[in-house]
């Protein structure tokens, strides 16, 4: 066991030795040239597999990763969006089913969230969080 591990140790000391790698051209053999290709390929291949996650990591929006969205269909067929006020959200939708008032704290710093609950299919209903007289959050939950 300590024999590969020495052997291991003394490839790489060699490594350090030599210096930084020698450019393409100045390499003579076809084999060493193919090593070479095939590293920078894989090289290529990641690169573009990192970049491609990232991309999809950053146009995904938090809140499609929660099952939530940014915009609700009501009854009639008229959309809300996050960021509409509750009017605007009350004139297109129309008198939620249920309302309920939450107190997230007192004093100064407190705020009331409200939560309207409308009708979808299946028994599904449309959670509408109003926060400061503005919609900022859409999601839904159902009922068995």
């Keep these: 066991m300590g024999q590969p591990f020495l052997w291991r140790l003394e490839v790489w000391a060699r490594k350090v030795a030599q210096g930084p790698p020698v450019p393409y051209l100045l390499i003579s053999s076809k084999r060493q040239k193919a090593r070479l290709r095939i590293s920078r390929r894989k090289v290529k291949r990641m690169k573009l597999i990192i970049t491609i996650l990232v991309f999809l990591a950053l146009a995904t929006p938090a809140n499609a990763q929660r099952g939530e969205g940014s915009t609700f269909r009501c009854q009639n067929s ?5 960021g509409d006020s509750a009017f605007l959200v009350a004139l297109k939708c129309g008198k939620p ?3 309920e ?3 997230t704290g007192y004093g100064k710093g407190g705020q009331i969230t409200s939560e309207w609950f409308y009708p979808m299919k299946n028994g599904w209903y449309g959670v509408l969080t109003i926060r400061a007289g503005k919609l900022i ?3 839904t939950i159902q009922t068995k």
Excluded: A, M
Excluded at 78 to 82: E, P, Q, S, W
């Design 78 to 82: 008229k959309l809300v969006h996050v």
């Design 101 to 103: 008032v939450i107190n």
């Design 97 to 99: 089913l249920h309302k």
């Design 137 to 139: 959050r859409i999601g």
